[in-house]
């Protein structure tokens, strides 16, 4: 090993022999003698392309990527021999992909096709850019390329196999897959994608068996844990899912993809704490692929820590400032902070670098239907559609801008449209069934919605969620019987899926079950002890129950969980304000006010504690005009938040704004009309058009002792107007809903003797 270490690209003749001695000192794991031989042999002899290749193979192999790009695109400037300029280009265009450089990766897969036309790795690169910016027929044809030009191959059809399934053909990826086991009957990576596809179907069992038998076989390999493991999280068995992991990862601790997959099995279990430590392990791994900090940022989120998603999403952004995936999550991110024009730069500065990119065009359609700029918002959605024709998603959200804009029918056959070519690609996986279930039940048609929901049990019976589909199908039948049972099953069926749990809790505490509520929070803690979201309907429970101390203490274990959430301090804010103790209820709302993504009801809340202290009141009525802003701005076509911002602005008088909403308000939903008559008859009166506010008064339905003030002065007002006929019908009205008020009754003898005078 001494004798290792000595040698010295002095002691060579050439590069080649040099490049022999730095070969032995890799042997010997002298990894730093090699390098110092290598840059010293590189000194000596620039030109060889042999050596300039090995220091580019040494910086990957310690994960210096950026080092190794330095050295190849530095050979790609000097004459090299055709074959040694292809190996280059194969090699740029790999470790450029590993970086999230796209661009630069078409740029050499282009070059290599130049140079060695038909060139596998060429193939494999321009699929993996077209993917990547949403180009998905460009992606499609060159994996097929791929798996054309080397049949023989498992590997190839396994990549095709990734592409169809990504570009949502899964079932034209299965019946390659099982052609190719045909062929290949004991090829390992064969057999796994079986494993995916028969998960998929729903042949939970099958595929365990499948994946059991390649684990059994060859427990070293990491991509027969990663496998085994999600067979077993689809059986229901998180634990025996999790012990895999595990097992493979005392094997494998370096393991990048070992690394992230136990942190997101740690993140779904409820244990963030683990979760985030396991995902910091793989980002300390390989700083330089974006894996690690992605899953990080993930965790973080789940924990309600935006500040922690964004750094670790940033550092994505430090090491490849062109990533556009990393773009478009930190845009998204900014979006639920409410940060809309940090998200549109960034959102454009994604479209500058890659203009093809469908996924872009998508979030920017978003970003602009959130500032008002409808034209563009449906040019973006449009754009994204024709970009990724294959892509039901863009449909389906294209459907739902649509749809805000008003443009219900349009969006709704978008929708639809979507849901069925989702469904007819992957005809065996309950997510685009139970997808287009929820698009049927907005569409009204109940029956359809069922049928889909039931299959997906059949499909799935080990999953939970068509079975808290059809309980949300219940609530819409009003049949609340039947959707507590199901919500129960969905929880027997996968206990630690929390939304049955909290809708079963809601419907329990709607009917005053108190002890059921109180024993279906129990038993959802148990489960899941780290859920704020638990632990917030925990306290709601407590709080009824007249339990205020035990309350608090739960909506604090919500705080402690996740301090970054705000609707854990608003939560907070309400157990105080329920104890009297408006001082830390103020202190918890400004809180949670204070903490991105903002929320009208958490906003109101605040508004309402100010008004309560009293003191305050500009600011109040700054904040209610604040929450209705924000409450019309996420739902701009719906009548609660039209009417909420209507009735602030006519305190205000503010009537020439007001009464245009409230007109919006009666298009989107006719059936509130009678209520939201009421609204626009007092603005008619304040305007002085006493005829329009009778036409209102006639909508108003029902009629309530609170009408009667305002029906007695609309008497006045017609009559003042000259419309002794309809003076008398509003005050005839008033008088019904008040008959021992005297004076409608002179009011109403005195327009009488006009018309009989």
């Known amino acids: 090993m001494t004798e290792t270490k000595q040698l010295s690209a002095s002691d060579c003749k050439d590069d080649r022999a040099a490049l022999a001695a730095a070969r032995a000192l890799l042997q010997a794991g002298e990894s730093e003698a090699a390098a110092r031989v290598l840059d010293e042999a590189f000194r000596r002899w620039p030109e060889s392309g042999r050596i300039a290749l090995q220091r580019a193979e040494l910086a990957r192999r310690s994960r210096d990527l950026r080092g190794a790009l330095e050295v190849y695109r530095a050979m790609l400037a000097q004459s090299l021999d055709p074959k040694l300029q292809a190996l280059v280009c194969a090699r740029l265009a790999t470790v450029s992909l590993q970086v999230g450089d796209y661009r630069q990766a078409e740029e050499a897969a282009n070059l290599l096709l130049a140079r060695a036309p038909g060139h596998v790795v060429a193939f494999r690169a321009r699929a993996t850019v077209a993917l990547a910016r949403g180009d998905f027929d460009a992606a499609l044809q060159n994996a097929r390329r791929v798996a054309e030009s080397q049949p023989e191959r498992s590997d190839n059809l396994v990549f095709l196999t990734q592409f169809l399934v990504l570009t949502g053909r899964v079932a034209e990826a299965a019946a390659a897959v099982e052609a190719g086991m045909s062929r290949h009957p004991d090829d390992d990576a064969l057999r796994r994608k079986m494993v995916e596809f028969r998960l998929r179907r729903g042949e939970i069992q099958q595929g365990r068996d499948i994946a059991r038998a390649l684990w059994d076989r060859d427990p070293d390999h990491p991509a027969n844990a990663l496998f085994m493991s999600r067979a077993e999280a689809a059986t229901g068995d998180a634990d025996a899912a999790t012990a895999v992991l595990e097992t493979a990862l005392r094997r494998h601790p370096d393991h990048l993809g070992l690394l992230c997959q136990y942190s997101d099995r740690l993140r779904v279990n409820g244990d963030l704490a683990r979760a985030i430590e396991v995902a910091e392990r793989a980002v300390a791994l390989d700083p330089a692929n974006a894996a690690g900090p992605l899953q990080l940022a993930r965790c973080h989120g789940h924990q309600g820590r935006a500040d922690l998603e964004e750094q670790a999403i940033r550092s994505v952004l430090s090491l490849n400032p062109t990533a556009t995936v990393a773009l478009r999550r930190l845009a998204e991110l900014q979006l639920r902070q409410g940060r809309r024009d940090e998200a549109m730069a960034l959102a454009r500065r994604a479209e500058e670098i890659d203009p093809s990119d469908s996924r872009t065009h998508e979030l920017l359609s978003r970003l602009y239907l959130a500032a008002g700029q409808n034209d563009e918002a449906r040019q973006a959605g ?68 069922v049928a889909d929901a039931r299959r997906a049990m059949d499909l799935a019976p080990a999953s939970g969620q068509p079975a808290a589909l059809l309980a949300e199908i219940a609530v819409l039948q009003r049949n609340p019987t039947e959707a507590e049972s199901w919500w129960r099953r969905a929880i027997a069926i996968e206990p630690r ?212 003030n305002p029906l007695g002065q609309l008497g006045m007002l017609l009559a003042q107007a000259g419309d002794t006929a309809s003076a008398i019908d509003a005050t005839r009205r008033a008088l019904a809903l008040r008959p021992d008020l005297t004076r409608l009754g002179y009011q109403l003898n005195a327009l009488e003797s006009q018309v009989f005078a």
């Open 497 to 708: 899926f929390a939304p049955p749990h909290l809708r079963l809790i809601r419907a329990l505490l709607g009917r005053k079950d108190l002890a059921g509520a109180e024993a279906a929070s129990a038993d959802a803690l148990r489960v899941s002890p780290a859920d704020p979201a638990l632990h917030r309907a925990r306290a709601d429970v407590l709080l009824a129950l007249g339990r205020t101390d035990e309350a608090l203490q739960a909506g604090r274990a919500a705080v402690d969980l996740a301090p970054a959430l705000p609707a854990n301090h608003d939560t907070l804010a309400r157990l105080h304000l329920a104890r009297g103790e408006i001082a830390e209820a103020r202190a918890a709302a400004e809180r949670a006010v204070e903490l991105p993504p903002p929320h009208p009801s958490h906003i109101k809340r605040l508004a309402a504690i100010l008004l309560r202290q009293g003191g305050e009141e500009p600011r109040a009525r700054s904040l209610s005009m604040q929450a209705a802003d924000l409450a019309l701005e996420l739902s701009p076509n719906r009548s609660g938040p039209l009417r909420e911002k209507a009735q602030l602005l006519i305190e205000e008088g503010v009537l020439d704004e007001a009464e245009p909403l409230l007109l919006r308000a009666v298009e989107a939903s006719p059936s509130e009309t009678g209520a939201l008559a009421r609204l626009l008859m007092a603005v008619a009166m304040q305007r002085g058009r006493a005829g329009e506010a009778y036409g209102w008064m006639k909508k108003i339905a029902p009629l309530r002792k609170e009408d009667v």
């Open 382 to 449: 449009r754009r994204a559609t024709e970009l990724a024709p294959v892509l039901p998603d863009h449909f389906r959200r294209y459907g739902d801008i649509l749809v805000r804009l008003g443009e219900v029918e349009a969006g709704q056959s978008w929708r639809l449209r979507a849901a069925d070519a989702a469904v007819a690609n992957a005809p065996h996986d309950i997510g685009p069934l139970l997808r287009r279930a929820r698009t049927l039940l907005g569409a009204g048609r109940v029956e359809d919605a």
